[in-house]
C-alpha cells in the first residue's frame, strides 16, 4: 500500500486541531490580510497518526539496526536525554524571559562548557554554534578576527585533500584560498615535511590549517603535536574539524596537543539524535589566544556571583573582544540538556570505556574482513572506524555503490561510501561502541559472504540492488535534471477520481 | 554501564582476536606525553535516578512558559503544539536515523521533506523552499550570501525593524567575509526611509514584516525600488503564524522569503533547537544553500524521493559550495510539517485569528493604563509598548508578581536612551482573558 | 534477519540498568536468601532498544492501518489521553497515601463516574472492575448480592447464543445455570415471545438475563425495552453487556431502556488503547435497584463536604451494603484518566457524532459490498458494524479463515471471524468513526477484489495466504498439542556456537 | 472534531450512496421515546489546550511520590523506571494493537508474551506462567478458584499475612460463588497457626510472603501439610522485587504462585492498571486462567508464537471456562518484561539489595524512636512498625510535614483497637539517606 503526499488527502477544508474562536472583533492588520487562497490540508488526528506511522516504517534507524557510517557516528540515543530535554523548565522557557527567572538554565549551559573544557583540556569554549559546520565557521571567524587584531590578513588556509567538504567551504565563506596539503602515500596523514614546505612556500600568508584528528582514514595524526608547532611558528591557527573527537574522548585532550579551536557535535560524540538530518549543535572549545575573540552571547565566570550571561556589546568587559554573533538567542538548549545527562550518565569512566569500545569494535570488524576486503595503508590499528577500498571488488564488476546497495537486502544500511576522497572507492565504517560483539559477529558474516559473492561472479545480487527495500534504487539524475521541489496539483485529465 | 554492551570478556576476547595485548596499544598513535592517564577530573557515572535527581533540580529553578501568564515573544512564541506532534517525532524510525543519503531505505524522511518543502512554498507564496535551515537568523545571513551570488554585488541594507539578534548575525557574518552593510537605525513605528538606501551598489535589501516591534510593513514599493536597483527583497519573518491571516511576501515581490517556523509543531527550549524557513523564486534555485528533497522514480517506475542538487552543497563542491552547511533542522521540520498537516489552512488561520484578537484585547487593556502608549498601529500578535519608566525595571516587577510581560527592548539593543522604556508584547492562543487581565492589573500597580 | 529471544542474547552476567550500590550492610532476610542460581539475561539498553523496536514492527496497529475487527472497537488512540494519564499528580501517586494528598484523583474518579452515569442516565457506577470481563463479573455479582438479600436464590441465567463467550463464563463462575433464548430467524435479535416463554418455562427460577444491545449482528434489539419489562416482571435483572454501547452514546441510553446493569468498555467506547490485550477498564452502571449493593470502594456524594471515597465496611452508613470487592485499591485510574480526557475532547456534542460517524461508516461498508458478499439478515441497516456470512464463498474452495487470511496480504488486518456463532462462517466488520471516506473506499475496493478473485477460482490467493506477513500461516495445532511456554536452554548438542 | 475525519459533505454524500434521508434513519430500531433528542447535559467539545488545563489543575492537587519523601508500599511500590520502558510501550505497534489473535502479523506482541511468561517462570521458580492478569489481587482470586477446580474441593484457608484487600477479593467472590473461605486474623508478626487449619477439605492454604506487614514466611512446612491433605499451597507475593534477593515460593513447594508485578516496569497509578503474575505446574497448565503464549512453526517452517490453549478460554469454551477473563494486562506486561530484560539477574539483585539495605537502614533509625518499636526481625523491604499512639494520625501529621511515611494497618482493617498503632513501611531504592533522616526527624518531631 502506497503512501500518498498529504497533499493528496485533499482535506484543503478541514483541521485536524480544534480551536475555541473568540467573539467577533475588530481586527487591526491595517489592511495586509490575505487575499490569496492558501490551500494546505487539514488531516483529522487519527489520518495524520497514521501518514506519518507509515511513513517512519520506510527508514532505517539505529533503533533498527546497525548503521556503519563512517564519520557520522550513529550510536545509542538514550531516552532518558530525550525526557530530560522536555523538562518544562528546559523544554518551556523563553530566550528572552528575565535571567531571573532562567539561572537553572544557565547553570545547565554553564555546566556543560564546563565538562567541554575539562575534556578538551581547554578554558573557553563558544556554546552557540548551531551544528558541526556553524562550528568550524565560529572557530574560523575567532581564527579571522584575531589576525585582524593583530593587524594581520593572511589568505591561505591549509586543509588535507581528506577533509570533510564543509572545511574547505567554510574557509572559502570567509573569502580564504584552500591550499592542499600532501598526505603520506603509506598511511594518507599529514606529511609533516611536506606541511612544512608549505608554510614556508606561503611565509606570512597562513592563517590556518583545518585538520581533523582522529582523521577521516580513522587514523590519528601521530605527528599531530609537531604539526601544531609548525603551524604556531608560521603565526596561524591550528583549526582541529572535531567530528571524530569520540574515538579518544578520555584518551588526550585536544588542548595539550596544540589545538586552537575544535569545534564538538554533541550528535556525534555525545549522541544527541540526528533525527534524519539535525538538529545538531557544534560548541567550539578555543585555546587561551582565541577565547577574547568568542561570540556572543558568552558566560561570564564571575567570582562569588556565579556564571554570569553577557548577551551585547553594551556588557563587554576589558579583553572581551566577541567577534559578533552566530545566531540569535543562546544556540541549541535542547541539545545541551540531552548532551549534559549524557555525559553524567557516563562520567568520566564512562566516556574512556565508550572511546575504547568504540576503538575496539572498529579494529574488530577490521581484524574480520581485512583478509578479504582491502586496507589502503596495511593492516594497522585503527581508531573508532576502519577504512577500506575498493581494490577487493577489482575485476568482479560490482562498484562500491553495487556493494553498498547489496548491503541493503540483507538489513544493514550502507557504509560511508567514496569518502575520504584520498583513496579510491572508500567505504568508511564505524560500528560504535553501542554494538555488542554478537552484532558485530553477524555484521562481519555478512559482509564476508556478500564479499564472496561478489567475487563469485554472482553480479546480479548486486547491480540491480536493493531488491527488498521500500524503494529499489532512485534515480538521483533524472531528480536533478529537472527538479521537482514541490508538489503540483496534477492537471485535470491526469488527477485521479 | 548500561549503554555499553561489552563485557569485560568480550573486551578480553576481542583484544586477543584483534593480536594486542592491551587497549591501549590501540592508541598507540596518540604521542606518549599527550595521553591522559587516569580519569578526566569530572563526576563518574551516575544513574538515571542520579542524572534525573540533578538535572531536575536544575530545571526547576526556572520559570516555565506555561505555568505563569506570558507575554514574551520577539522571535520565539508560546503555542499550544498538539501532543500527537511530538509523540511522532520521538519515533525511532525518524528520531534515530541519519540524514537521507541512501534514499531506498530513508523515503519516510524524504518524503515528509518534500511535503515540508511544498508547504513552506505555499505559505510564503513563493516557487521553492528548501528542507530547513538551523533557525531564522543564520537563514537570513544565509539568505544575504545568496543575493550576493546572485546579484554578484555585495551590499546588504539591513531595516531597522530586523529583529536585532539578527542583524547582528548578519552583520558579523558580513564583516569577517568582507562584505558590506548597511544597517539602519532602531524603527519601533515603520516609519523609517529605507528607499533612500538603495541604490546600484545594493546587492538586497532585508526587512522583517511583522518586525520586531510587531509593525506591519508594506513590502510592496520596497520591492519596486530593490528590482529597479537589481537588488534583491529578503523578506523576513519570526512569526510564522503570521502567514496564516496576512498576505505572504511573495505576493508583494519579494526574492527570498526566510524566517523562523518554530512557532509550528516546536517548543520555546530556551532558543533552539529551532527550524529556519527559506523560500525563494524557481530561478534562483541552483543558488539556494542547504538541502533540497526532489521527486524521482525507482528502478521499478514507482515514485520516490531523493535528495537533490547536491553539487551546491560542501560534500561535493567543497570550497565552491553555495553554503558550508551540512545539518538541516531535520526533526524541528518533521514537527513543524506534522504540526501544519493537523492545522491546515483552515487550522491555521484560525490559529492566527485568536493570536490577533487577543493581541488586540491586551492592546486595548494596556491603553487604558496610565502613561502607556501602544506606539504599532497595524500589527498580528505583538506590539509595542512605551512605558514610562525603564521597561527593564517594570518587567522584572512584573516577574516577581509571577508575570512575565514581554521583552524589553534594551535587552536586545541596551544603551540606547529612546529606548529604554519599550517593551515588545506579544499573546498567542495560549493567553487567556484572565492572563490579560492579571497583566494590565499587575502593570497598573507597578506603575502605581 | 530473524529477532532472537532475549535469553539468546547470552547475557546472563550483566545487566542494563546502573545502580548505586551500598556500603556492606548486615542483611535482615531471616535465612531466606536465594540459593539457586536466577538466569535472567540483563541487555545492554541499545540492545533492549532495538530487540523491543524490532519485535514491535511485527506488529500491525491502528496506527498502521484500518483495524475492521467488529466488536473490538479499534478505533483512534489520542495521544492527548496518554501524555494525561502520565502527569506526575496521575501517574505518580499511591493508592494508600493519605487521602487528604490525593484529592484531585477522587475528583477525577467522581468527574468521570458523572459523565458515566449521565450517557447512561442512571444514578450509580461501580467504578473498579479490571476490565469489561471483570464488570460484566461485578455486574452479575451485585444481582446475585440482591437476589440474597431479598432472600431469593434463583439458579438460572438467560443469555442469547449470539452473546459474547464472557457472558456465559460469567454465570457459570457464579455457578449459575445458562439457558439459552432462540433468537429470531430473520435478524438474530432476540425473540420477544420466545423469551417469555423461556421465563414462563422457569418460573421463579431466572436471576438474569444478560444481553448484549447493540447485538454483536450489528443490530439494536427494537424489543428492548419490552425485554426488560418481561425480566423485571419475573423479578429478575437485566444485564447489558455494553461491549457495543459505542454505537448509541449520545443516541440513547440504557438507563431509559430499562437495564439493571451494564459495563462499559473504556478501551472500546472511549478510546483507551488495547495494548497487545490490555490493560481495560470496565466500570458497571447500576440502576436505582442495584446501587446499595456495588462493591468497595465507591465514591459517597456528601453534600457540601464533596466527595468521599468509602473503602472499607467499617465506613458503611445506612443502605450501603456492598457485596464486597472487585480489587484491590481503586481500579484502573490510568485508563480513567484517559477515557474522561476522551470524553472531555469529544463533548456531548463530539460523541454523538463519534456514534453517528460510526454507524454511518459501518453501513458505507455494508452498500459496498452487499451486492457481493452475504447478508445473512438481508440488506436492512446495521448499526456500528455490519456482519455478513460465508453463504458468498459457497462452492469456491475458499474458507472464511482463507479470506481474511488474505486480506492479511492485502495490508489489512482481518474483521472478526466465526463471531458470532449465530450465523455460519461470520465475518464480522466494524470500521469506526476514525476512519476517512478514502480509506473506507479503498477498503471496499480491496475486498471486492478479493470477493472476484475468490470467486474466480483463484484459490491459491487465499489457501496459501499470508505470504507477505513476518509470519506465514502458523500452526496452531502443534502449539496445543504439545505446549511449549517456555524458553529452555538448547541441549549442548544443538546449541548454537 | 479533531478525531473525525468525515466532513459534513463527506457524511451526506454517504448518507446519499447507503440511501437514507438522514442519519436518524440508521437508527431506526432504536424505540422512538428511549431516543435522545438534543445532546446530553455534559459540557461540548474541548480543544486539547482547554483538556490539559483542565486535568492538569486536577493532577496538581495530588502530591506525587517523587516530590517528598516516600515510604508508602502495603502493594504498590515506588521504584524507578528506566525512561526506555516508557518509551517503547508507546510504540505505535505495541500500544494500539489488539489481541494477538490474528498471529501472523502479531509476532512481537507474541514474542514478548513468551519471553514474559519464561521470564516469570523462571522468577518463581515454577513451571510456566501465563501472559499475565489483571493484577495480583484478582490473580489470588484465580488462583483460589482454580486449586478448587484441580482439587475439586471448595474451602480456601487464607493467611492472616494476606493483603487484606486480596483477602476480601477472594472472600467476596468466594462467598457469591458458594465456595468456602477461613481468613485467619491479622498477623503482623507471622506467627499464626495456620497449619492447624489444614483439613482434608482444604482445597488451598494462601500464604503471602513478604505478608503484607513484610515479614517473611516459611512456606516449605505449609506446602509439606496440605500437600499432605491433597491440598495446594498458593503462595502470594506483593513486591516482585523481593524474589531477586529472597527464595522463590517455587523451591519451597509451592502450586500455585501469584502476584503483583507493578514494581517492575510499572508506575503507581492510584492503584491500577498493575500486572498480575501468575506461575504452576506444568501438570496444572490446562487449569490455568488466562491467556498463554506458546511456540509454533509457520507454514515456511520458521519458529513463530501464537495464543494457545484456548479451549480453556470464554471466546470457545463459553460456560465451561476456566475463568471469564478476556483481558490480559498486555502493556502492563510489556513494560515488566522489558524492564526485566534491562535488569536481568543481576541488576535485579542489585535492585533488590539496594531495597533490603535502605529497608534496614530505615529500620534502625525508626528503632530509635522513643516508643516505636519494629514488629518484623526477617523482612525484605518493607516491616511493621508499632506507635504510641494513632498511625493514622501520625501519618496525618507527617503528611503536613511533607513526609509520606507508610499505611496505617487501619486503613485497611479499621476498627480493631490492637491494629490502630501499626504503620506499615516500605522503602525501595528512590528513597535516600537524606529521606530516611527526614523520616526519623519528623517523626520524633510527631511523637513529642
Not at chain 1, 604539526?227 to 573527537?245: L, R, T, V
Not at chain 1, 554494538?435 to 554472482?458: C, N, W, Y
Not at chain 1, 534504487?473 to 488527477?495: G, N, S, V
Not at chain 2, 504599532?376 to 516577581?400: C, G, I, Q, R
Request: charged share 20%; proline share 6%; net charge negative.
Amino acid at each position: 500500500m502506497e503512501e500518498p503526499l498529504i497533499f493528496e488527502f485533499g482535506h484543503f477544508d478541514t483541521t485536524g486541531v480544534d480551536f475555541d474562536m473568540p467573539e467577533a472583533f475588530e481586527t487591526e492588520l491595517g489592511g495586509f490580510e490575505r487575499e490569496d487562497a492558501l490551500e494546505l490540508p487539514g488531516l483529522a488526528e487519527p489520518e495524520a497518526m497514521r501518514h506519518y506511522v507509515r511513513l517512519s516504517r520506510n527508514n532505517y534507524a539505529i533503533d533498527s539496526g546497525l548503521y556503519p557510517l563512517g564519520s557520522c557516528t550513529m550510536k545509542h540515543n538514550p531516552r532518558l536525554n530525550e525526557k530530560m530535554a522536555r523538562l518544562p523548565g528546559f523544554g518551556d522557557i523563553h530566550p528572552l524571559q528575565p535571567l531571573s527567572t532562567v539561572p537553572g538554565a544557565i547553570e545547565l549551559i554553564d555546566q556543560l562548557a564546563h565538562w567541554l573544557m575539562t575534556m578538551t583540556g581547554t578554558s573557553a569554549v563558544a556554546m552557540s554554534p548551531k551544528a558541526g559546520a556553524h562550528g568550524e565557521l565560529c572557530g574560523m571567524m575567532a581564527i579571522k578576527a584575531a589576525h585582524t587584531a593583530a593587524g594581520r590578513d593572511p589568505k591561505i588556509v591549509l586543509v588535507p585533500e581528506s577533509a570533510h567538504g564543509t572545511n574547505p567551504a567554510t574557509a572559502a565563506l570567509l573569502g580564504y584560498k584552500v591550499v592542499n596539503i600532501d598526505a603520506r602515500d603509506d598511511d594518507g596523514t599529514v606529511d609533516l615535511d611536506a606541511l612544512k614546505r608549505t608554510i614556508a612556500e606561503h611565509e606570512g600568508n597562513v592563517a590556518a590549517i583545518m585538520l581533523t584528528n582522529p582523521n577521516t582514514c580513522g587514523l590519528f595524526e601521530r605527528d599531530i603535536v609537531e604539526i601544531a608547532a609548525a603551524i604556531h611558528k608560521a603565526d596561524a591557527y591550528f583549526y582541529c574539524d572535531g567530528a571524530n573527537f569520540n574515538a579518544i574522548v578520555g584518551k588526550a585532550r585536544p588542548g595539550d596537543l596544540g589545538v586552537d579551536a575544535m569545534h564538538i557535535n554533541l550528535h556525534k560524540t555525545f549522541s544527541t539524535p540526528h533525527g534524519g538530518g539535525g538538529p545538531g549543535s557544534g560548541p567550539v572549545i578555543l585555546s587561551d589566544r582565541l577565547a577574547p575573540f568568542a561570540p556572543l552571547p558568552f558566560i561570564r565566570k564571575d567570582g562569588e556571583n556565579g556564571p554570569v550571561l553577557v548577551e551585547a556589546e553594551a556588557q563587554l568587559t576589558d579583553g572581551e573582544k566577541p567577534f559578533g554573533r552566530m545566531t540569535a538567542f543562546h544556540g541549541q538548549m535542547g541539545m545541551y540538556v540531552r548532551a549534559l545527562s549524557y555525559m553524567m550518565s557516563h562520567g568520566s569512566d564512562g566516556l574512556k570505556q565508550a572511546s575504547e569500545d568504540a576503538v575496539l569494535n572498529a579494529n574488530y570488524v577490521r581484524v574480520g574482513l581485512q583478509d578479504l576486503m582491502s586496507l589502503p595503508f596495511g593492516e594497522r590499528p585503527c581508531m573508532h572506524e576502519v577504512l577500506f577500498d575498493d581494490s577487493f571488488l577489482k575485476d568482479t564488476g560490482v562498484t562500491t555503490l553495487d556493494f553498498a546497495k547489496a548491503m541493503i537486502d540483507e538489513g544493514y544500511h550502507p557504509m560511508t561510501m567514496y569518502f575520504p576522497l584520498v583513496v579510491h572507492g572508500a567505504m568508511l565504517i564505524e560500528p560504535t561502541e553501542s554494538e555488542s560483539r554478537a552484532s558485530l559477529d553477524l555484521f562481519v558474516a555478512t559482509l564476508r559472504d556478500l564479499v564472496m559473492s561478489a567475487k563469485d561472479g554472482q553480479t546480479d545480487r548486486f547491480s540491480g540492488a536493493p531488491y527488498f527495500s521500500p524503494r529499489r534504487r532512485l534515480d538521483e539524475t533524472k531528480a536533478a535534471r529537472k527538479p521537482i521541489l514541490t508538489w503540483e496539483k496534477p492537471a485535470p485529465a491526469q488527477a485521479a477520481e | 554501564m548500561r549503554y555499553l554492551p561489552l563485557s569485560n570478556q568480550d573486551r578480553a576476547d576481542m583484544l586477543t582476536r584483534i593480536g594486542v595485548d592491551s587497549i591501549d596499544d590501540l592508541f598507540a598513535d596518540i604521542p606518549q606525553k599527550a595521553r591522559l592517564n587516569g580519569l578526566m577530573d569530572l563526576p563518574r557515572r551516575a544513574s538515571e535516578m542520579q542524572v534525573e535527581r540533578q538535572l531536575s533540580a536544575m530545571a526547576s529553578k526556572n520559570v516555565s512558559a506555561s505555568s505563569v501568564p506570558f507575554f514574551v515573544g520577539a522571535g520565539a512564541y508560546k503555542h499550544h503544539v498538539p501532543s500527537t506532534v511530538d509523540h511522532l517525532i520521538q519515533r525511532s524510525e525518524f528520531l534515530t536515523s541519519y540524514t537521507p543519503y541512501q534514499p531506498e531505505i530513508t523515503q519516510g524522511t524524504l518524503q515528509y521533506l518534500f511535503e515540508f518543502q511544498t508547504q513552506v512554498a505555499r505559505l510564503t507564496a513563493m516557487d521553492v523552499a528548501n528542507a530547513s535551515m538551523y533557525d531564522g537568523s543564520t537563514g537570513t545571513a544565509e539568505a544575504v550570501l545568496m543575493a550576493h551570488r546572485v546579484t554578484k554585488k555585495k551590499k546588504a541594507v539591513l531595516s531597522g525593524g530586523l529583529h536585532p539578534q539578527y542583524r547582528e548575525v548578519v552583520e558579523g557574518l558580513s564583516e569577517l567575509s568582507s562584505h558590506d552593510v548597511v544597517s539602519m537605525p532602531a524603527d519601533p513605528m515603520g516609519t523609517e526611509d529605507i528607499l533612500a538606501q538603495i541604490d546600484d551598489e545594493t546587492s538586497c535589501v532585508v526587512v522583517q514584516s511583522p518586525s520586531f516591534y510587531g509593525q506591519l510593513i508594506d513590502l510592496k514599493p520596497i520591492a519596486e525600488k530593490a528590482h529597479a536597483h537589481k537588488a534583491l527583497l529578503i523578506a523576513v519573518f519570526t512569526e510564522v503564524v503570521s502567514l496564516g491571516l496576512m498576505e505572504p511576501a511573495g505576493t508583494q515581490g519579494a526574492d527570498i522569503v526566510v524566517g523562523e517556523g518554530q512557532s509550528i509543531g516546536n517548543g520555546l527550549n530556551f532558543g533552539g533547537p529551532y527550524v529556519g524557513l527559506f523560500a525563494t523564486r524557481q530561478k534562483y534555485v541552483r543558488q539556494m544553500p542547504g538541502r533540497l528533497c526532489g521527486e524521482t522514480t525507482d528502478a521499478d517506475g514507482k515514485r520516490g524521493f531523493v535528495l537533490t542538487l547536491s553539487t551546491r552543497e560542501q560534500h561535493i563542491r567543497r570550497d565552491k559550495a553555495t553554503s558550508n552547511i551540512c545539518t538541516n533542522s531535520g526533526l524541528c521540520s518533521l514537527a513543524f510539517t506534522i504540526h501544519l498537516s493537523l492545522l491546515g489552512s483552515k487550522g491555521l488561520k484560525q490559529m492566527a485569528t485568536i493570536c490577533h484578537a487577543n493581541a488586540v484585547n491586551l492592546k486595548k487593556g494596556l491603553s487604558g493604563v496610565a502613561g502607556v502608549e501602544v506606539l504599532n498601529n497595524a500589527y498580528f500578535n505583538e506590539f509595542t509598548v512605551k512605558l514610562p519608566k525603564s521597561a527593564d525595571a517594570v518587567v522584572e516587577a512584573l516577574a516577581a508578581r509571577g508575570i512575565l510581560a514581554g521583552v524589553p527592548v534594551s535587552r536586545l539593543i541596551p544603551g540606547q536612551a529612546d529606548l529604554e522604556n519599550l517593551l515588545v508584547v506579544a499573546c498567542t492562543e495560549v493567553n487567556t482573558q484572565e492572563d490579560r487581565d492579571a497583566f494590565v492589573a499587575a502593570l497598573k500597580e507597578v506603575l502605581a
